[in-house]
């Protein structure tokens, strides 16, 4: 295409007003590569650009998230995407920084390894902040390795376990495929994962059967994974049916006849503009939302469909109390499914310090839909209690990370007041949660603070107990300011919690004054953006407001790593799968570059510089050619 005629006289007609056309003209591509070295140069100077960026903005810590992906190559690639808060243009940013090929055994060390040398290619192995990860088996031992080699190289250590933030909607997958699945969970994830195995093998090799004779051992696999799902209850018959209805073209296309007959006869509303079922990803839980609240929508079409082919779907039909149960367990999922999608974006939901309300939030809900329909719905109630308990094996003090609680104190509406309303009545709760905010600051404090001391060491700290009854003072939590506080609406979260009148001293022993105390003093105020709250107060917290604001850069999901496996996915297509690793990698760095704005020019003049520092590369070139050739004439003279 680059090469063709027809489109270089159209790209010369289309640049033929433009001043750049004699640069245009001269630098058009040549042949098929010409494009490609292009976009390394251009990859090759804005990373330089990158890196004298990361020095010059004041960037006091980044924050990762980083994953390894499996492309239609199949080849392997680590993506690794950089938050942080950019002090020179006042404004959190977050980019893709590298999308590298991994060579050799997916251990965490080996990964450890690629992702070291990334960071060293940017030079900012001493500016690491904290992680936002999914539950990866080898993420902990990357960490591990990459604390080892910063403790080496810096001469400053990190706690892995402490640094490193699960993703929280990978968290919230997980207790959603508890609930869904329920008491089953484990012994279905154990049939599917055999049945899925025995697939393998019929296609790998075919144990010498005929063709007819495998396309009956994958029928009958699929009649074995049906009747595994089918245990599971409502959800599982409607998977079942959902399945038996999409597999077949036939089957497709005579649902799709039935619900336009619903429509027509005014059973299944005009509105409604959907005609197929969602097919449910077993790895993707809101399609599992999406399927039944679809097939709600189409219910008329769906009971018609069986009763036409009743020999067929008969074991998984609908009685009118899995309908029932259905319905319940879309209204369950519907607060994890809203705050998936706010938290997933680069919005102002999605910071870390909503991860500790949505679990309370969450816990919450589910607490009470277990004692609403304790004595009516045993089997709902079961899988309640089992997505109870998966909420609580992440819910709790000793996983979460002590950043995560920052997050909450260093907010300032929330402050301590949303852990003193919260946790009123668990005051050894409340003390571990101060504890784990002041160990974060006395980390950050070490190593960013004047002195290079802790605050524990220089006495930065009073007496908790004094402090919180200080602290207390004017306080009285009640029970609608706790709802208030895991209120299930995102706009009803900021609570509004009194104020202390308390103002804590600001001796701060021998490094002077305690910028944290200090804060934590104040009345929680009401603030449009957090962000902007710490900007405008640097002057009176210098060293606590640069933490804040780190900490506001870190996200509670790592959904921008699958957002860059997507846009790769579509560039390796079944034309371009020889596409080298290195044009890859240039490729969509470059494209997250120019749309975060840290390329030196926009869009446009990004290529029109480029444009022009070819036409100079290639003019320099010609005039050295023409040099040499000359001193080549008078040496033959």
């Not at 009743?310 to 029932?324: K, P």
């Not at 009470?368 to 909420?391: E, G, M």
């Not at 506001?552 to 999901?557: D, E, G, Q, R, V």
Request: proline fraction near 3%; include cysteine; hydrophobic fraction near 40%.
């Amino acid at each position: 295409m680059i090469t063709s005629t027809e489109f270089l006289n159209i790209i010369m007609y289309l640049a033929a007003c433009s001043p750049e056309y004699s640069v245009v003209r001269r630098v058009m591509p040549k042949s098929a590569t010409t494009v490609t070295s292009w976009i390394a140069s251009m990859f090759e100077r804005e990373q330089k650009h990158i890196v004298d960026y990361f020095q010059e903005h004041n960037i006091g810590q980044i924050n990762l998230s980083f994953d390894l992906w499996k492309g239609p190559n199949n080849r392997y690639y680590l993506a690794v995407v950089g938050h942080w808060f950019d002090a020179k243009a006042k404004k959190v940013r977050h980019s893709l920084l590298a999308l590298r090929n991994l060579q050799g055994a997916h251990t965490g060390e080996n990964q450890g390894v690629l992702l070291w040398r990334i960071l060293q290619d940017f030079k900012i192995t001493g500016l690491l902040g904290w992680f936002t990860l999914d539950s990866g088996a080898y993420n902990g031992v990357t960490l591990r390795w990459l604390a080892e080699q910063v403790e080496t190289e810096h001469g400053w250590t990190f706690l892995a376990d402490e640094r490193y933030i699960r993703c929280f909607g990978h968290t919230l997958n997980l207790i959603v495929e508890a609930f869904l699945i329920g008491t089953h969970y484990t012994n279905l994830k154990r049939a599917l994962n055999d049945i899925a195995r025995e697939r393998q093998n019929i296609t790998a090799n075919g144990g010498g059967l005929t063709a007819a004779q495998q396309r009956r051992e994958f029928e009958l696999q699929e009649d074995l994974e049906m009747a595994e799902w089918r245990k599971t209850g409502a959800l599982g018959k409607l998977r079942n049916i959902i399945m038996f209805i999409t597999r077949s073209h036939h089957r497709r296309e005579l649902f799709i006849t039935v619900v336009r007959r619903c429509k027509a006869d005014g059973s299944i509303p005009a509105e409604v503009k959907a005609e197929l079922l969602v097919v449910p990803n077993d790895t993707r839980w809101g399609s599992t939302f999406e399927a039944i609240t679809r097939a709600q929508k189409l219910k008329p079409a769906v009971q018609q469909f069986l009763n036409l082919q009743r020999t067929a779907g008969s074991e998984d039909e609908l009685s009118t109390a899995d309908w029932q149960t259905l319905s319940l367990i879309a209204e369950i999922l519907q607060p994890f499914r809203t705050f998936t999608l706010c938290l997933e974006g680069n919005r102002e939901n999605g910071a870390l310090y909503d991860i500790v309300r949505l679990f309370e939030t969450l816990r919450k809900e589910l607490t009470k839909a277990y004692h609403k329909h304790l004595t009516t719905r045993p089997l709902l109630v079961s899988s309640l209690d089992f997505a109870i308990r998966k909420l609580n094996s992440y819910y709790n003090f000793t996983r979460l990370p002590p950043v995560v609680f920052a997050s909450v104190a260093l907010h300032p509406e929330l402050k301590m007041r949303y852990y003193e309303a919260v946790y009123r009545d668990d005051h050894e709760k409340l003390e571990l949660v101060r504890s784990k905010v002041d160990q974060v600051w006395a980390e950050y404090y070490q190593q960013f603070g004047h002195g290079g001391h802790s605050g524990e060491e220089s006495g930065m700290y009073p007496d908790f107990k004094e402090s919180q009854a200080q602290e207390s003072q004017g306080l009285s939590a009640t029970e609608s300011q706790i709802d208030d506080a895991t209120s299930f609406l995102f706009d009803n979260w900021k609570s509004e919690f009194p104020g202390s009148a308390s103002q804590l001293g600001g001796e701060g022993g021998e490094f002077g004054f305690n910028e944290l105390e200090a804060f934590l003093s104040e009345p929680c105020q009401k603030v449009p953006n957090p962000v902007e709250w710490w900007i405008v107060n640097q002057d009176r917290f210098p060293l606590l407001s640069k933490l804040a604001l780190n900490i506001l850069s870190i996200p509670a999901m790592s959904a921008e790593c699958e957002r860059v496996f997507s846009n790769a996915k579509l560039i390796l297509t079944e034309r371009r799968r020889t596409i080298g690793d290195e044009a890859l990698e240039a490729n969509q760095v470059l494209r997250a570059w120019i749309r975060a704005g840290l390329t030196t020019s926009d869009r446009c003049d990004a290529v029109l510089s480029a444009l022009r520092a070819f036409d100079s590369d290639y003019r320099r070139q010609e005039k050295e050619e023409e040099t040499a050739s000359e001193a080549d004439d008078d040496d033959e003279l």
